[in-house]
């Protein structure tokens, strides 16, 4: 299993924030280099960068993306505020492996086909971030009427082949993944499946392994060492 280390980036930092509120932060690196190296020496085949400050509108942290992508050996994607064919450009060109998008393949789905057609399913991943399996979009702040397996056969049907599902109920909590929740998105999702919110322990990555899910990020759990980052790569 992939199991992806997450920097979220806020104000310049790398932060963990509590169930995605950006009031509630938690510092771990104030250099996100430091924390992308890190990482990245203790063996991560793959990095996932999040620009927090984007993502909720307020800012972005595009000076930061373009040093970690001028530093670094392994591949890593990028999302947070990704809502145009634009800003999509923008990241890959700076080296992205591929871009994560949330918001815009809820709200405006045929931007999500243009980018899948201009950059094709390999470099564009959706993150579909729920409350359960209730979407919530825009950062977390907005709830929806969507549910996870029925967006989720949706980006299926326009050509998506690798999806990240987030539990924000527990996302940056340590209080342990909702399996059964997961049991249901991996039953609904056909294609690559990636899974985070509340990974506490190595039982929680053992337990997306038996339910057949392919990836893991981890952001919380790795940064306070209750999981050993070199036993899963």
């Not at 299993?1 to 509120?21: C, H, K, T, Y």
């Not at 104030?30 to 190296?37: G, R």
């Given at each position: 299993?992939?199991?992806?280390?997450?920097?979220?980036?806020?104000?310049?930092?790398?932060?963990?924030?509590?169930?995605?509120?950006?009031?509630?932060?938690?510092?771990?690196?104030?250099?996100?280099?430091?924390?992308?190296?890190?990482?990245?020496?203790?063996?991560?085949?793959?990095?996932?960068?999040?620009?927090?400050?984007?993502?909720?509108?307020?800012?972005?942290?595009?000076?930061?993306l373009r040093t970690l992508a001028a530093s670094l050996a392994i591949p890593f994607e990028v999302g947070g505020g990704i809502r145009s064919l634009e800003a999509a450009r923008e990241v890959l060109a700076l080296g992205a492996s591929r871009v994560v998008v949330g918001t815009v393949a809820v709200k405006a789905p045929e931007v999500l086909e243009r980018m899948l057609g201009e950059f094709g399913p390999e470099r564009v991943v959706v993150s579909l971030d729920a409350r359960g399996l209730e979407v919530v979009v825009s950062g977390w702040a907005e709830e929806t009427a969507l549910r996870v397996q029925d967006l989720g056969l949706r980006m299926w049907e326009l050509g998506v082949r690798t999806l990240i599902y987030t539990d924000v109920r527990r996302d940056g909590t340590l209080a342990g993944l909702d399996l059964e929740v997961i049991r249901e998105v991996r039953a609904a999702w056909p294609g690559f499946l990636i899974a985070g919110g509340g990974i506490a322990s190595d039982a929680d990555l053992e337990g997306l392994r038996r339910l057949g899910v392919e990836g893991a990020i981890t952001g919380k759990a790795i940064y306070e060492g209750r999981i050993d980052l070199k036993k899963w790569v």
């Open positions: 299993m992939l199991v992806i280390p997450a920097v979220d980036i806020q104000s310049g930092r790398a932060v963990r924030l509590f169930e995605g509120d950006p009031r509630q932060e938690t510092v771990y690196y104030e250099n996100p280099l430091e924390a992308a190296l890190h990482w990245q020496k203790q063996g991560a085949r793959m990095l996932h960068l999040v620009d927090l400050d984007a993502a909720l509108g307020r800012g972005e942290n595009r000076a930061v």
